[in-house]
């Protein structure tokens, strides 16, 4: 079984930063993808940024130039760090890890979702 923990999460006044993490614990052989979604209330969860084994990212638009993703391979860790944050930033901030292999199972690649960390921004 594969477990992501994100924590970082918090209140900021807009125009501050900060930096979520994500690790995933298990018996992971590789994992393809990871990347970090939000969900603000009533609305569907977008994708904010991904980082694809290979080195390759990228970000929604709304928040390219602020947010930078970072990942450490050895640690199975995401990092989100978000700075010049706005209200509309406000959201429940999910890390997804996709395409993960076990070595209990080598032939399946599976995803998986993390509990979620709130993030609000507001004066």
């Known amino acids: 079984q594969v477990h992501l923990v994100e924590s970082g999460g918090g209140l900021v006044q807009p125009g501050g930063s900060l930096r979520l993490s994500c690790e995933a614990s298990?018996?992971?052989?590789?994992?393809?993808?990871m990347a970090w979604y939000r969900q603000a209330p009533g609305k569907q969860r977008e994708l904010v940024a991904r980082?694809?084994?290979?080195?390759?990212?990228n970000y929604a638009d709304s928040v390219k130039g602020r947010f930078t993703i970072s990942r450490d391979n050895a640690k199975s860790t995401v990092y989100l760090q978000m700075n010049s944050l706005k209200p509309e930033d406000t959201a429940v901030y999910y890390c997804?890890?996709?395409?993960?292999?076990?070595?209990?199972?080598?032939?399946?690649?599976?995803?998986?979702w993390g509990q979620g960390t709130q993030v609000t921004v507001s004066s």
């Open positions: 997804n890890a996709d395409g993960v292999r076990t070595y209990q199972l080598m032939g399946v690649l599976a995803d998986y």
């Open positions: 298990g018996s992971i052989f590789s994992i393809n993808g």
């Open positions: 980082h694809h084994i290979s080195g390759s990212t």
